[in-house]
Nanobody, 128 residues
Framework: QVKVVESGGGSVQAGGSLRLSCAASGFTFSTYSYCLGWFRQAPGKEREGVAVIYPLGGSTFDADSVKGRFTLSQDNAKNTLFLQMNSLKPEETAMYYC???????????????????WGQGTQVTVSS
């Protein structure tokens, strides 16, 4: 059974940094063709994609709004995904979710219905 669990959220001031983690189980990064993504949802807004990774090949994809500030990485030994978020903005306050789908090559990667497995979310609050 595939499961993803997020951690690492918290409160920071504008311009600060946070690192989110997503521990995956039920499949291994180095063996299975899964796509993993980070999404966020602020109150009253739709869930939006932040960054996506295809762990088997190592390809990463960033939303335009976070390019140059957010970085995805993976630890195959721990089957864990990391999202390093720098220069955070108050408007990026949201619940951040990790999601997994597969087998899949991350085509149409920003469509939430493509992901079958979601974590419970971790709150990120950025104050001005």
């Amino acid at each position: 059974q595939v499961k993803v669990v997020e951690s690492g959220g918290g409160s920071v001031q504008a311009g600060g940094s946070l690192r989110l983690s997503c521990a995956a189980s039920g499949f291994t990064f180095s063996t299975y063709s899964y796509c993993l993504g980070w999404f966020r949802q602020a109150p009253g807004k739709e869930r939006e994609g932040v960054a996506v990774i295809y762990p088997l090949g190592g390809s990463t994809f960033d939303a335009d709004s976070v390019k140059g500030r957010f970085t995805l990485s993976q630890d195959n030994a721990k089957n864990t995904l990391f999202l390093q978020m720098n220069s955070l903005k108050p408007e990026e306050t949201a619940m951040y979710y990790c999601a997994a789908g597969g087998p899949w090559y991350c085509v149409n990667r920003w469509i939430t219905s493509k992901y079958s497995y979601w974590g419970q979310g971790t709150q990120v609050t950025v104050s001005s």
